[in-house]
């Protein structure tokens, strides 16, 4: 693993040096290549996921993702107790996925070198903006749309729009217009497959 980390840090300033120049019309490329080293070990993987960047993951094969499925640069997914995401789900930048906490009920303070584990589900077509944290045992419904720095530490219901430390529903989606866009799959990765 260190070795991996080094050898990326070098390839990463050659990168830098000699191809400087080109690195606008390389650039896509470039991160194609990094998310599809972030994805390796991911039990399930579906089709047309695009990892945008380097992607902590821890427990990886536990971790289920499902088609068309976005996930920003430097995310932060712990599938120690599992992790299901839907598909066309949308995760921004730096997102944090939890579903392990340390154990506070053991015999050392604060905590011992046990995991309380807890699953974390986000169902289909959810878009979770830029520097949310999710804890686990959490489940995000379906279509929801999780605000930029946003706490979820409980359960979000379908369609719902929720923002804020407080996790706070501040709307819904129009659940007839998103019925007829699902049923004819008009979802954004599928769309769009190079984006």
Not at 25 to 39: C, N, Q
Not at 57 to 81: E, K, Q, S, Y
Not at 155 to 176: A, F, M, N, T
Request: with cysteine; aromatic share 10%; glycine share 10%.
């Amino acid at each position: 693993m260190v070795m991996r980390k080094w050898v990326e840090a070098a390839i990463f300033i050659i990168f830098y040096i000699f191809v400087k120049p080109y690195y606008r019309f390389l650039h896509y490329r470039m991160e194609r290549v990094k998310g599809y080293v972030s994805s390796q070990g991911i039990k399930n993987l579906g089709a047309n996921v695009r990892f945008h960047g380097f992607t902590h993951v821890v427990g990886a094969d536990l971790i289920a993702i499902g088609d068309h499925t976005r996930i920003g640069r430097g995310c932060h997914l712990n599938g120690l107790g599992g992790i299901v995401i839907g598909q066309n789900c949308q995760i921004s930048r730096n997102v944090t996925i939890y579903s392990s906490n340390h154990n506070v009920a053991g015999e050392t303070i604060p905590y011992d070198n046990t995991y309380v584990l807890a699953p974390v589900h986000i169902e289909d077509s959810v878009w979770i903006g830029m520097n949310v944290s999710i804890l686990p045992g959490v489940t995000i419904g379906e279509g929801s749309i999780i605000g930029m720095n946003t706490v979820v530490s409980k359960d979000v219901e379908p369609l719902s729009i929720v923002v804020g430390s407080k996790q706070r529903c501040v709307g819904y989606r129009d659940v007839e217009k998103y019925k007829a866009l699902k049923s004819v799959e008009m979802y954004f990765g599928k769309v769009y497959p190079d984006l």
